[in-house]
């Protein structure tokens, strides 16, 4: 069992570090947001703790790696949601976002000062549920709203992941808790590993492809350009929108100026009926 834990630990380690790499690169090319940055990072902070725990409790009894793993865990419960307000086509009062950063602050603290008065225990009980209510209700909202349409065409994916996360969390926290409540590591040393491989995985494949839409030999339909009434000038400008060129390249390469560039570019937008070059680029790629 223990081999298996570390082997998926492993993987997913090396999955998500991967996936970092290609979020930056897509985040260069205004493909990606910091939100989705900052929960990929969440995922791996939470692996590090992980994979670290066994050795080093063998070596140095202590609860520091334990300290360590709550950490994450409040940090995957403040960014999935976070995540999930920028992805979805839905509005969020800066209260509620407000709220999530002032309840993951105070987690912080109380696990903080939990170590040292030792009464690491109970706070585990409150960052557990704090990442279960947090991903479920992540979770649902991504099933009751739509996609951003740069990340439309995985929306499938996306949907069955939800509901995967809406059934597994809570039934693992139940079980975990009914039978070993005292030994919270439990609680995500397997299946979470494994939940972070196919969630790494998935978005390894969906960066890949969109960072392939930069290839220079691909270029927008020519029926998407009727469909949005775009003039021959408008055409050339998402032409090269899509493949990733600077509002200044454009303006030397079309041989007009950076007013009239953006100009251009807010049309096309206004138009296709996207706020960024991203869900250009999908819309028109795909």
């Given amino acids: 069992m223990f081999a298996i834990e570390i082997a998926l630990l492993v993987i997913a380690y090396t999955l998500i570090i991967i996936t970092i790499f290609l979020e930056l690169l897509c985040y260069k090319r205004k493909l990606e947001s910091l939100e989705t940055i900052a929960f990929t990072i969440s995922l791996l902070f939470l692996i590090v703790a992980l994979t670290i725990s066994p050795f080093w409790q063998e070596s140095f009894p202590s609860d520091n790696t334990n300290v360590l793993t709550l950490f994450a865990m409040v940090l995957v419960g403040l960014c999935t949601p976070l995540n999930i307000f920028e992805e979805r086509q839905i509005q969020v009062k800066p209260f509620w976002k407000k709220l999530l950063i002032t309840l993951s602050t105070i987690l912080f603290i109380l696990v903080l000062v939990g170590y040292f008065i030792g009464v690491l225990g109970f706070v585990q009980y409150a960052v557990g549920l704090f990442l279960g209510v947090s991903v479920m209700l992540s979770m649902i909202l991504e099933r009751r709203t739509k996609p951003q349409k740069r990340i439309a065409h995985r929306e499938k994916i996306d949907r069955k992941f939800a509901i995967a996360f809406i059934v597994f969390v809570p039934l693992n926290l139940i079980l975990t808790y009914s039978f070993t409540p005292n030994i919270f590591i439990q609680i995500i040393k397997l299946t979470i590993p494994s939940i972070f491989i196919l969630l790494a995985a998935s978005k390894l494949l969906d960066d890949l492809q969109r960072l392939s839409l930069f290839n220079s030999k691909l270029e927008p339909k020519e029926q998407h350009f009727k469909n949005y009434s775009l003039t021959e000038r408008e055409k050339e400008v998402a032409i090269v929108l899509v493949q990733g060129t600077t509002y200044k390249q ?29 869900e250009l680029t999908t819309l028109l790629i795909n």
Avoid: F, M
């Fill in 250 to 278: 454009i303006s030397e390469e079309l041989h007009i100026s950076l007013p009239t560039v953006k100009t251009h570019a807010s049309n096309i937008y206004r138009k296709c009926g996207v706020k960024s070059r991203a």
